[in-house]
């Protein structure tokens, strides 16, 4: 786990890395991120177009997290 410091707090959270295909545009990093954001056990999302890479910071499973790329319209892997 990697302490993640938010403005008031800090907070001991696993990183999971994720490609991800299908994103084009701006407006789908912003879908991913909401989609993301509102999973139970995310605290934080860092999603980039190119490569189409995909980070979330939170104790949640990664099977859940790539439901949620799926749920999105978009295609993922964990990366290690």
Same mark, same amino acid.
């Given at each position: 786990k990697?302490?993640i =410091?938010?403005?008031? =707090? *800090?907070?001991?959270?696993?990183?999971q %890395?994720?490609?991800? *295909?299908?994103? *084009?545009?701006?407006?789908?990093?912003?879908? @991913?991120?909401?989609?993301l #954001?509102?999973?139970?056990? +995310?605290?934080?999302? %860092?999603?980039?177009l190119?490569?189409?890479?995909?980070? +979330?910071?939170?104790?949640?499973?990664?099977? *859940? +997290? @790539?439901? #949620?790329?799926?749920? #999105?319209?978009? %295609? #993922?892997?964990?990366?290690d």
């Amino acid at each position: 786990k990697k302490p993640i =410091k938010r403005p008031g =707090k *800090t907070v001991d959270a696993r990183v999971q %890395e994720f490609g991800v *295909t299908g994103m *084009t545009c701006g407006g789908c990093v912003r879908k @991913l991120k909401s989609n993301l #954001a509102v999973v139970s056990g +995310v605290d934080g999302v %860092e999603v980039s177009l190119d490569p189409g890479h995909v980070r +979330v910071f939170g104790d949640v499973p990664s099977a *859940t +997290v @790539l439901q #949620a790329i799926q749920a #999105a319209g978009f %295609e #993922a892997v964990a990366r290690d």
